[in-house]
């Protein structure tokens, strides 16, 4: 790590001073349009005397839309009389990703959330990795990443912590996620968690809280109000901010397998066969993809491997082979 070269984003904010700033993580990137250009991320530090640290990101993936519309509301509104610490908001991680309304980078097709732990002198969306990885990160004692499905998935509002082999550090997890109060609250298995800010997180000793609010590559009232509730309510729980946690029910859900995933293995449109929060029988049929190239095909079925309710599903009318078509989640009680 100390052999690395630093880091070519400069903060227009300072870190250690007290009050609101909003400015910018400035990276250099020189192009056809600008020579000496910068991507210029947005980024609000509120801090308050000495104590503990959240950091508070969306748009790691750019067209996932309830935390930006969280995190750019809270950084307008929060008073740093309310807070004691400090709260740092990137609500725009992957701010080119963002900016064109797309899962990764327009610059570099990068996916930020497959680049950690990045490099100082990788590609843009590297250098943004690195950048959370070797200065934000280290500063942080709890990390809030906003996820929803983006256009292609749409999932039942969750917050998520993952299972860790530290038991103490898994416990203040999912603690933070019932403080979140999302209708549901996940225990999330990752299908490819290398490379992930989550990870990253984790491997640091962080207490990491993510979440799934929706999808479809926009947003709803109630999933935005769902996550403006939580994050505050996760800064109060973790006595950054004053006031009690407005705990609302919440069920739990957990993520046993890799039998939670099913996948399209055919080409075509789909049919989906029952809706995000019903339950799921073992072998029951969750969507159909309809061969689109000629009729009197039978359609492909993809079943439940096992039993639970329905927690995501593909949301496009079409579908590739190897698009995830459906998440599955048991019920904890
Ligand atoms: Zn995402």
Known sequence: MSSLRPSPITPTVDFDRDGVQHGFLRLPYSRDDSAWGSVMIPICVIRNGNGPSALLTGGNH???????????????????????????????????????????????????????????????????????????????????DFHSGG???????FCAAHIRPDKALEAKGFAAVEAFSAPWSMKMLEIDAVGMFDTAAEEMGKLFITTELGGGGTSRAETVRIARRGVLNVLRHAGIVTGAVEMQP?????????????????????????????????????????????????????????????????????????DCTAVVAVLVD
């Open 151 to 157: 256009r292609t998935l749409d999932f039942v509002p």
């Open 62 to 144: 750019g067209d996932e839309y309830e935390g930006p519309l969280a995190l750019y509301d809270l950084a307008r509104t929060l008073d740093p009389r309310q807070v004691s610490g400090t709260v740092i908001i990137v609500p725009a991680m992957n701010y080119p990703a963002f900016r064109a309304g797309t899962r990764t980078s327009p610059i570099d097709k990068g996916n930020l959330n497959r680049s950690f732990p990045g490099r100082p002198d990788g590609t843009v969306t590297e250098k943004i990795a690195d950048y959370f990885q070797r200065e934000l990160l280290p500063r942080t004692d709890i990390a809030l």
């Open 250 to 322: 919440t069920r739990w859900l957990d993520m046993p397998s890799g039998d939670c995933f099913s996948f399209a293995e055919d080409d075509g449109m789909i049919e989906t066969m029952i809706d995000l929060g019903e339950p799921v029988e073992e072998g029951q049929v969750l969507a159909r993809i309809h061969s689109i190239g000629r009729t009197g095909t039978a359609p492909q079925e993809i079943r439940a491997r096992m039993s639970g309710l329905l927690a995501a599903r593909h949301f496009p009318g079409l579908v590739k082979a190897g």
